[in-house]
């Protein structure tokens, strides 16, 4: 089960209230409390389905909907980047976001850099089927490029010193060691029209590809093999940055045979049968809708016997009305 370690005092923050019970709280996330050190509170997960909450932020956003605490954001509509997708081989497809007015503290970086890692390491299948990239988006010059590169060119890996290669990084550089199996002598590259942001999914570049707390706009980008979960990945990736931000914005991504606009953020809809769910669960179970929304559902029609909802966006999930009725149980 994955094991995420978290700041106390970040999850509150981001929560907006002091939690007395967290151990309580945490329960209604399939989660619990495996140790703690100060600050820090080891957290294991129960549910590996629940990718949303692999983070500090995904589990402050469930706990808000929990508490009924609202926290608003902007997000916009109009694309305010593109991505050109040219011949990448057999890493195809790349989805990627903005999200703007952020404030990181280095708690907060090492938090999405944990997310990054458990996600690439579960969902991503160890980077084979996504993986993720965090870039200073005020350094960038757009259009950006994800396209072959000559296995020549050089630029500085992420936590060197020193221009490499893409060959050199795939012999020397551990991420190229560990990874380079991967794209099978290929030499995929992002790149805006002056540098290369990074050889995915092997290595950030040491100057576009890191964030520091100096950061205030930061470009979130996936690439990958599956492209619904490169776009989903994205989705909790971008929201998790967002919580220490206040505006998201979509990324127009032109293929060959078409275009894209990324994160997509639209929900599902889903209708419960209320007889079923007490057939189901035993007995009646009064007020559901106040259940479904700390939850994190959105009830937009309610009848006498069913209900419809949205699901929240984040929640790949969710794919019958018996996985709603079980998050009614669970609340």
């Given amino acids: 089960m994955p094991t995420i370690t978290i700041s106390r005092r970040d999850l509150e923050r981001l929560v907006g209230r002091r939690i007395k019970d967290l151990e309580d709280w945490l329960g209604y996330l399939k989660a619990e409390i495996k140790g703690r050190k100060g600050d820090e509170i080891e957290v294991e997960l129960k549910d590996t389905n629940r990718p949303d909450l692999f983070s500090l932020e995904g589990i402050a956003r469930g706990l808000r909907d929990l508490m009924g605490v609202k926290k608003r954001f902007k997000f916009g509509e109009e694309p305010i980047l593109e991505v050109r997708v040219r011949r990448v081989g057999i890493r195809p497809y790349i989805a990627a976001a903005v999200v703007k007015k952020v404030r990181l503290s280095d708690s907060s970086i090492r938090s ?16 084979e089927r996504t993986s993720i990239g965090l870039y200073n988006y005020d350094l960038l010059r757009p259009p950006l490029y994800y396209e072959l590169g000559n296995p020549n060119i050089s630029f500085v890996p992420l936590g060197f010193e020193r221009k490499m290669t893409l060959k050199e990084i795939l012999r020397e550089h551990p991420k190229g060691v560990e990874y380079g199996h991967i794209i099978k002598g290929s030499y995929p590259i992002l790149r805006d029209r002056r540098k290369i942001l990074s050889f995915p999914p092997i290595i950030n570049s040491n100057d576009l590809g890191r964030i520091t707390t100096k950061t205030k706009n930061v470009l979130v980008e996936v690439t990958g093999t599956d492209l619904k979960w490169v776009e989903h990945v994205l989705k909790i990736v971008s929201l998790s940055v967002l919580e220490w931000g206040k505006e998201l914005h979509p990324v127009r991504i032109l293929y060959k045979g078409g275009e894209r606009i990324t994160p997509d953020l639209s929900q599902e809809e889903v ?16 007020d559901v809708e106040r259940h479904l929304r700390r939850m994190g ?9 069913f209900v419809k909802v949205r699901v929240p966006t984040y929640r790949m999930d969710v794919m019958h009305p018996v996985d709603v009725m079980e998050d009614v149980l669970i609340s």
């Fill in 271 to 286: 209708t419960l049968d209320l007889l079923e769910l007490e057939r189901l669960s035993g007995f009646e179970i009064k």
């Fill in 112 to 127: 999405l850099m944990h997310l990054q890692e458990v996600l690439d390491r579960t969902v991503g299948r160890n980077r």
């Fill in 297 to 305: 559902y959105e009830v937009i029609k309610k009848g006498r016997r």
